[in-house]
């Protein structure tokens, strides 16, 4: 009986360390869970919904198997679902089992644009297939689209893949178990056989004794029974997609990242269209009053090279995204930027007519010296856009750039309206300036400001507005008239290379453009101030 507990205790060892060494190494689990799906004829996009990447805890990896270059763009699902519209597409909303992705193909438009260069992603990557992304941000309302060139099939396979805990708890304890047992047994071994020895010369007496009661001895099996938890797979409820809740309010509509990228492809699209004064290439970013200005600047500029463009959009750096809140389009949002070589700091609006249309320069104007934007609300929360006729301020949007074309041109007492800025003065000088220096010649000038229809307005923080709009104007010199006899006007540079006359007996009227920009307070606040203006000769004509 002495060695039959160091056997037991010796075979209990190595099972159990057995076990153990196997956990962590044939009976390991795996690190990873993988769910695939494999897509025949999904159309040419891909929705991924929000919650997918987040079924398991830990990161998680998307691939995507196609051929060509795989874009996968990121948005929230509200917007995702907006760019996508009535175009056919695939959607996985979840597992069908641990190991695949449940894929609901629904019907419609064939095609769509090339999802690449879309301004409505948070964030986007292109490239050639195959196409990872890794995750590990919460779920919110991320929804994840996958496309091609807009034709082609967006995918042949989308595969979620989750970091899981491979842990196997029982193993280092089995095998300090199965270590103890085995000391144990030899132990008890070798302490058998030292009491052997002692006891040998007595059993010598006895020896046939013991011989018969041998041949007789009972035999012991040892069978250990192990229940190891963990070992084996257990059926688990497949987990469900869990994002955050659609939003009861409307959300910011751009983020910072997509502000930069935006800002970045107009400027270079205004750059090559000031470059070469093409229309066409400026229609791609430009739209509304800083379109049409820079429309007949350009045309100005063919005709009269020494004439200068408006200023560039300054895009080196943003240091406001005053971005609007809303669910539905046209978008809009304002950006405050500034230029590091000229120095300037300029105020951008941009709009977006579409889900999927790109986002264009609706106006630009160069903030004066001194000019302050009260405090806005954070990129995140977005601001609200306000009507023309927006009540509870100072004056509507529309009065305000109405009243403001009034006071330029020298009308009644609307100028008391407004706070005291740069640009008003150096309009009054100039006109006070022109008006002198006619008389000498006994001709007139006569200067006429028009509001613009259209206007933006965003909320502040304060209640107030920032407010941007345009204007045109004219100034007409008219030559001395005596008993029905016009005198003769010197036509001065650039008008003379764009009427083609250096003198005339003709009225010669100048043609400008405006985009003007104004803090209006809440009503009780104080004047609308003028902040920020960029202006540009447009034409001349001899009437």
């Known amino acids: 009986m002495r060695y039959v507990f160091a056997v037991i205790f010796m075979v209990l060892g190595v099972v159990l360390g057995g076990f153990g060494i196997l956990q962590k190494t044939v009976l390991a689990p795996s690190d990873t869970i993988t769910a695939t799906a494999d897509l025949d004829s999904p159309g040419p996009l891909v929705v991924v919904d929000p919650g997918m990447l987040n079924l398991y805890p830990g990161p998680a990896r998307l691939t ?19 760019w996508v519209g009535d175009t056919a597409h695939t959607e996985i909303t979840g597992l069908t089992s641990e190991s695949a992705l449940k894929a609901e193909k629904s019907d419609g438009k064939d095609s769509a644009p090339n999802p690449a260069a879309a301004d409505l992603w948070t964030s986007v990557q292109t490239g050639a297939a195959p196409q ?26 989308v595969s979620i893949s989750w970091q899981k805990d491979a842990a196997t708890p029982w193993a280092v304890p089995l095998m300090v178990a199965g270590g103890i047992a085995f000391l144990i047994g030899l132990v008890l071994l070798f302490m058998g056989i030292r009491r052997g020895r002692r006891e040998r010369r007595r059993r010598t007496a006895r020896q046939e004794r013991r011989r018969k009661l041998a041949e007789t001895g009972a035999a012991f099996a040892v069978v250990p029974a192990l229940a190891l938890a963990g070992c084996g797979a257990q059926s688990q409820e497949l987990p469900e997609p869990s994002p955050a809740d659609k939003p009861s309010t409307a959300t910011a509509v751009i983020d910072d990242g997509q502000a930069e990228r935006i800002l970045h492809s107009a400027s270079e699209a205004v750059a090559q269209a000031d470059s070469n004064l093409s229309s066409k290439t400026l229609e791609t970013r430009a739209s509304g009053p800083f379109g049409a200005l820079r429309k007949k600047a350009y045309a100005v500029k063919k005709k009269a090279k020494d004439v200068d463009l408006p200023p560039a959009l300054a895009a080196d750096s943003i240091t406001l995204n005053y971005t609007s809140a809303t669910d539905a389009w046209p978008r809009v949002t304002t950006l405050v930027t500034e230029d590091s070589d000229s120095g300037q700091t300029q105020l951008i609006v941009l709009k977006q007519d579409t889900a999927r249309s790109d986002y264009k320069v609706w106006s630009q104007s160069v ?13 995140r929360q977005g601001s609200t856009l306000l009507g023309a006729d927006a009540s509870g301020l100072a004056k509507t949007p529309q009065d305000t750039v109405t009243a403001y074309a009034k006071a330029l041109a020298g009308g009644s007492k609307s100028g008391g309206e407004f706070g005291d800025d740069d640009y008003a003065k150096q309009v009054k000088k100039s006109l006070e300036d022109q008006k002198k220096a006619l008389a000498e010649g ?34 007409t010199i008219s030559p001395e008239s005596t008993g029905g006899r016009s005198g003769t006007l010197s036509v001065p540079k650039p008008q003379s290379e764009l009427v083609k006359e250096t003198s005339t007996s003709k009225k010669l009227t100048t043609d400008y453009a405006e985009i003007v920009a104004f803090v209006v307070p809440k009503k009780g606040g104080g004047k609308p101030q003028l902040i920020g203006v960029t202006e540009a000769m447009t034409g001349a004509e001899l009437t």
């Open 64 to 82: 995507v198997e196609g051929t060509g270059d795989v874009t996968i763009a990121q948005a929230s699902k509200e917007n995702v679902d907006a």
């Open 132 to 157: 990872t992304l890794d995750w590990d941000q919460d779920a919110g309302r991320t929804a994840f689209l996958i496309g091609t060139d807009g034709k082609s099939d967006a995918a042949q396979q």
């Open 442 to 475: 006994n001709a007139t000038i006569d200067a006429k400001y028009t509001p613009g229809k259209n206007v933006v307005a965003q909320q502040t923080a304060d209640g107030g507005a920032v407010v941007v709009g345009s204007m045109t104007s004219t100034r």
């Open 367 to 379: 903030l004066l010296s001194g000019s302050q934007i009260p405090q806005v609300n954070d990129a």
